[in-house]
């Protein structure tokens, strides 16, 4: 059987009517409403030949736009000569094929094209795993209204979005228990690679873990590049990351941090999408710390915040330990954003991942945040104790050191550690004595922090 699922977007240069039926109390307008759909048809590589946008209660019940709407948007399609129709909401199997039998055009929802760019972004076996799931899943009950395109387009030989994705003309039951036996196999699949990486995580438990996480496009593989010096894929377009990557952030007077970057998240992400990617996200999950990072520079920010806290309670993430971090304020002309934002969410840090503004203060209270306070300690051991040598080394700031004159030959170390590590020193022939703590982080009051022009 020729499964349902896209290898690569096949959208490219396809013209295009943007559609959209929104709530009045969603706060867009008709300027606004359809940004973040262009945004995923431009990393689609879609051309825009014409938009329409509807606000109403609910959604028809048949076409999802009203019956005179519909009426204008075939006017809009012949006018316009445009080749699929893509609609901003995630459409039932049954509006979809009432929409293309009324306009005689490929139909496309919002899932099917976040489908389609995972599809093409996808890198690693896993990656490619968990997207093939998302697109069966969400193929299955469409696939009577694929044969329709197939047997209107003369079997797909065409290509493009909402065209030839079908089965083929097989009986519709011996399809779908064939593409439910192949859920079957990619769930199990997956449940052998998030039980791979549970473990993979659980053995880390020494190392403070940090995960970014936010909205996508918000600037996090930017960051991570930044702090880390890892090279990772850092583009100006949606979904660039698809896959988690975990790189050492070496945090001065703290010491090493297992830093991963994570999967974007974005309105309305298909709920079969975000299932899929569970596996994915298990570093979040299991981190000590997540850094919420904000593109504050987006007009609707806001809204991306609260997005992102919905998807993480979805997903059953713990939203208490995250800091809210304000990047891309560089490109700001107007501090009053930056201060809005700041009396929204008083807990935040503003950065620049691309300019290196405020890094050093986010590292500061990264590291007060995973440490509970830093601690000054007094150890004495033997000066042959290389193995703690080294884990001061790796975990702490040494500040200073004297070797005492007698007979053991010992060592007087002064240095600065995580409060939370104390306990877990090696204690092999050595004392250890809490001096001081390290003092809080200075407040952010002052808005030159950071630099906005």
Not at 108 to 134: G, P
Not at 201 to 225: D, F, H, W
Not at 239 to 248: E, G, H, K, P, V
Not at 386 to 410: I, M, P, V
Request: charge should be negative.
């Amino acid at each position: 059987m020729g499964d349902p699922k896209r290898e690569e977007l096949t959208v490219a240069s396809q013209k295009a009517i943007l559609v959209g039926v929104f709530h009045p109390d969603e706060g867009f307008t008709r300027e606004n409403a359809l940004d973040e759909l262009k945004g995923l048809v431009k990393t689609a590589g879609v051309q825009v030949v014409g938009e329409m946008v509807q606000f109403r209660e609910t959604p028809h019940p048949s076409v999802c736009i009203g019956r005179g709407k519909l009426e204008e948007l075939k006017l809009l399609v012949e006018a316009k000569d445009a080749e699929v129709v893509i609609f901003d909401n995630n459409l039932t199997p049954s509006q979809g094929r009432a929409l293309e039998q009324s306009l005689e055009k490929p139909i496309v929802d919002r899932s099917e094209v976040i489908l389609d760019i995972f599809a093409t972004h996808a890198q690693t076996h896993e990656a490619m795993l968990q997207v093939e799931l998302a697109q069966l899943m969400y193929f299955r009950t469409r696939l009577k209204r694929m044969w329709t395109h197939l047997e209107r387009l003369g079997g797909g030989g065409t290509g493009g979005l909402g065209a030839g994705r079908g089965p083929g003309e097989k009986q519709l039951e011996t399809d779908r228990r064939l593409v439910d036996k192949r859920i079957s196999e990619l769930k199990q699949k997956l449940k052998d690679v998030e039980s791979r990486r549970q473990r993979t995580v659980s053995l880390r438990r020494e190392q403070p873990t940090v995960s970014l996480i936010g909205y996508t496009n918000a600037g996090k593989s930017t960051l991570m590049r930044t702090i880390t010096g890892a090279d990772v894929l850092v583009a100006d377009k949606l979904f660039a990351t698809l896959d988690t990557r975990t790189r050492r952030w070496q945090i001065p007077g703290f010491g090493d941090v297992l830093l991963s970057d994570t999967v974007g998240f974005v309105r309305n992400l298909p709920h079969h999408l975000v299932a899929s990617f569970r596996s994915t996200l298990e570093e979040a999950r299991h981190a000590d710390l997540l850094l919420h990072i904000v593109d504050a520079s987006n007009p609707e920010a806001e809204r991306q915040i609260h997005t992102v806290y919905q998807v993480l309670q979805e997903i059953g993430i713990d939203c208490t330990n995250v800091l809210l971090v304000l990047n891309k304020v560089d490109r700001i002309e107007d501090q009053s954003v930056v201060d809005v934002l700041r009396r929204h969410y008083p807990d935040t840090v503003t950065i620049s991942a691309a300019t290196g503004a405020g890094i050093d203060r986010l590292s500061a209270i990264v590291a007060d945040r995973l440490s509970g306070g830093m601690q000054t300690v007094e150890i004495e051991t033997g000066s042959g104790n290389g193995k703690l040598f080294a884990w001061l080394s790796k975990h702490g700031e040494e500040l200073s050191r004297t070797y005492l004159e007698d007979a053991s030959s010992r060592v007087r170390i002064v240095s600065r550690i995580p409060g939370q590590f104390v306990r877990a020193m090696p204690s092999d022939d050595l004392s250890v004595k809490v001096l001081d703590p390290l003092p809080e982080p200075e407040s952010e009051a002052e808005p030159e922090t950071v630099s906005v022009n």
